[in-house]
C-alpha cells in the first residue's frame, strides 16, 4: 500500500455512482458464495470477508458491512478504486474471458467518448514518460502489481485490476524517424465483470497511479 492509493477527503456524492447504499443493496441480492465463484476470490465464512489482490494490494471486503480495506489494516483505498471493487462483486458473472483484447472504444456499445478515455491513459502516459528512463516506468509498473510480457511494444504489461478484469498497455517509445504510442487494452468480454463507467474510470486511475509512484521513488 502506498500512500497515494488511500482515502483522502470527502468522497463525491453528486451521483448514484457514489451511492454507497446502492451499491450494497445490488450485492446483497446475490450470495457469498455465489459471488467469490463469479468473482474469482475466496470468502472466509468465519471471518465473514471477501479476499483478494488488486493492483498488487490485497483487499479485504467485510461481509454484510461491506467495509473495503487494504488487508491487515484499516485504510480504504480512493473513492475511484473503492466503488469499482463493490461494483464487481454484484456485476461479476463468471462469463469466460475471451483472451482477445480490444481498446476501450471497442468494449459492447457505451456512451463515454473514447478519445477522451485515450487522453487520461495513453496520451498522457507516453507525453509524461517518453523522456524518462524505460526502467524507472518498468519499476512503476511492477509495483503496482505489472505482469511484464512478451509481446510488441517497448513495455507491454498487464495489470489485474481485479481477479478477473485486467488492464493492458503497449508502450513505445518515441525515436528520431517514429512518434511514440501508447494503448491501453481490455478483454473484450470485460464488461461481464464490470460496468462502462467503471471501465472508464480504471485506465486514467491506473495512469494516476504510475504517474504518483515513479515520483513518489524520484
Not at 41 to 57: H, M, N, P, R, V
Amino acid at each position: 500500500m502506498f500512500p497515494y492509493m488511500t482515502e483522502g477527503g470527502a468522497v463525491p456524492s453528486h451521483a448514484l455512482y457514489y451511492d454507497f447504499g446502492h451499491a450494497v443493496k445490488l450485492i446483497l441480492e446475490r450470495r457469498p458464495a455465489e459471488i467469490a465463484g463469479c468473482a474469482g476470490i475466496c470468502f472466509d465464512a468465519e471471518k465473514s470477508c471477501f479476499t483478494f489482490t488488486s493492483l498488487g494490494q490485497g483487499i479485504e471486503v467485510t461481509y454484510p458491512d461491506f467495509n473495503v480495506t487494504f488487508a491487515g489494516t484499516e485504510k480504504k483505498p480512493v473513492a475511484n478504486w473503492h466503488m469499482p471493487i463493490l461494483h464487481y462483486l454484484s456485476a461479476a458473472d463468471g462469463f469466460p474471458l475471451s483472451g482477445s483484447l480490444v481498446p476501450f472504444r471497442y468494449i459492447n456499445e457505451h456512451t463515454a467518448h473514447p478519445d477522451n478515455f485515450e487522453q487520461d491513459t495513453g496520451v498522457r502516459l507516453l507525453k509524461y514518460f517518453d523522456d524518462k528512463p524505460s526502467d524507472k516506468l518498468k519499476r512503476a509498473c511492477e509495483a503496482l502489481g505489472g505482469e511484464a510480457l512478451k509481446g510488441s511494444g517497448d513495455l507491454y504489461f498487464k495489470f489485474d485490476y481485479l481477479p478477473k478484469f485486467a488492464i493492458y498497455f503497449k508502450f513505445w517509445y518515441s525515436d528520431d524517424e517514429t512518434p511514440g504510442s501508447c494503448k491501453f487494452l481490455f478483454d473484450e468480454k470485460c464488461s461481464h465483470y464490470l460496468d462502462e463507467m467503471d471501465i472508464q474510470m480504471s485506465g486514467p486511475l491506473l495512469t494516476e497511479f504510475i504517474i504518483k509512484h515513479y515520483e513518489l521513488e524520484n
